[in-house]
């Protein structure tokens, strides 16, 4: 059973631990994603240059695609489109890193 790990108005991230991928759903789709597959996208994100997208006068310029090795998906996305991803995966990596963080000092603290 997949859990939401993060979710806002523009999508949701869940997580199924059966399976071993993440579950991205934004855009009116739902893309599984393996584990590799979903940190490559958010690093991929992350390289993005906003900023110089926006700078640049060609048209062209306003749109990324991203496709992934290994993923069934090609993301055709505008700027408003990255800056909501960018959002979506920032809040699953704050959600993550504070899971890994209770998980540690929870099963820290009874171990010792």
Known sequence: MARVIFRNESGCLYQDDQKACFILEYGGHSTSLSVPCFFCLK???DKIDIAAMIADPDPAADVEIISLHG????FVLT????????ELFAGARTMLE???????RIYGT???
């Open 98 to 104: 504070l899971n890994s963080i209770l998980q540690e």
């Open 110 to 112: 009874i171990m010792v």
């Open 79 to 86: 700027i408003a489109e990255l800056l909501n991803l960018k």
């Open 43 to 45: 690093k991929t994100i």
């Open 71 to 74: 993923c069934d998906r090609c």
